[in-house]
């Protein structure tokens, strides 16, 4: 009888550890596999996954709970990494994510609202907390698990600024606030965030961190609301570049702000409107 998936993942997971992982890539890779154990069974084996067909479900899951094709790789991903582990190990023979991805069909720029129109979603939930943890990734360009492990002690709001000490790409960075975030943090941190213990900006009612799935919900309730379509937390990560870009910013500039280790990651987060097309060719002149 093979290992049982959920002690393979907790000795992944101290592998992850000590060989030096961040301490945000460890804990994206935990909830990663706590998914796959939620959607595909509590009890199952390392050995109950040999082909490809075998995690077929999995994806089929994803897909129903809306997850996009980008997101779905990440998690096959983060599961591959989890059998080749195995495979070293000699706990297992094969790797059923092995050139396991699904495909990625770029959204065509309609599909990405403009900012007024999200903070006209943003504007129509009623919890001051989720308004505000909303705006601030409209505005900033910030990743929803940065937000979400945002630490009262990486807020500067005499300096406008905030730390994020572990990104996705494993890099520190600041983020400038400009003045709608500042008038707003300051008002949020004065007022309106929860009387609880917790190191962090925006905690959950038991002070830990707050729920991904709880700040979408709020979100696509909203935005179907207001706007008759589904929008998630990471659309408003597109829409700040694509607006940025818009209104000149370049795509270095962009890639530092969003914490990116590639321009060309950048590029796949940039939607170039159509009038914005027509207004390039209408400068060719032939004179």
């Known amino acids: 009888m093979t290992l049982h998936m959920k002690d393979a993942v907790d000795q992944h ?5 000590m060989t030096g992982k961040s301490d945000n890539t460890v804990s994206q890779a935990t909830y990663k596999f706590a998914r796959f154990q939620k959607l595909m069974g509590q009890n199952r084996t390392l050995d109950d996954f040999k082909t490809r067909q075998d995690v077929m479900p999995y994806i089929t899951a994803l897909r129903s709970e809306g997850c996009q094709p980008v997101t779905i790789n990440n998690y096959l991903s983060a599961l591959r990494g989890l059998y080749d582990w195995a ?3 000699q706990l297992v023979t094969h790797n059923p994510f092995h050139h396991l ?3 990625v069909t770029e959204r065509p720029p309609s599909d990405v609202p403009t900012p007024s129109d999200l903070h006209r979603v943003i504007d129509a939930i009623d919890v001051p907390l989720y308004r505000t943890f909303l705006t601030l990734q409209l505005h900033t360009g910030m990743r929803i698990n940065e937000v979400r492990q945002l630490t009262l002690d990486a807020i500067d709001l005499n300096a406008r600024l905030l730390y994020i000490h572990e990104s996705k790409t494993g890099k520190p960075r600041k983020v400038p606030l400009n003045d709608v975030t ?10 309106e965030r929860r009387c609880i213990d917790s190191p962090y900006v925006f905690p959950s009612a038991r002070g830990d961190l707050i729920c991904k799935t709880t700040i979408n919900r709020h979100l696509k309730r909203a935005a179907e609301d207001v706007l008759g379509t589904s929008v998630t937390s990471h659309t408003l990560r597109h829409a700040f570049t694509s607006h940025l870009y818009d209104m000149g910013v370049k795509e270095t500039t962009l890639s530092e702000l969003l914490g990116h280790s590639e321009p060309k990651t950048t590029r796949r987060y940039i939607r170039v409107r159509e009038d914005h097309l027509r207004d390039a060719v209408e400068r060719l002149t032939l004179e």
Do not use: D, G, Q
Not at 13 to 17: E, G, P
């Open 101 to 103: 991805r699904v495909k």
């Open 182 to 191: 500042h008038a707003m943090m300051t008002t949020y941190l004065e007022e």
């Open 13 to 17: 997971v101290h592998y992850l550890r």
């Open 87 to 89: 495979i070293t190990e």
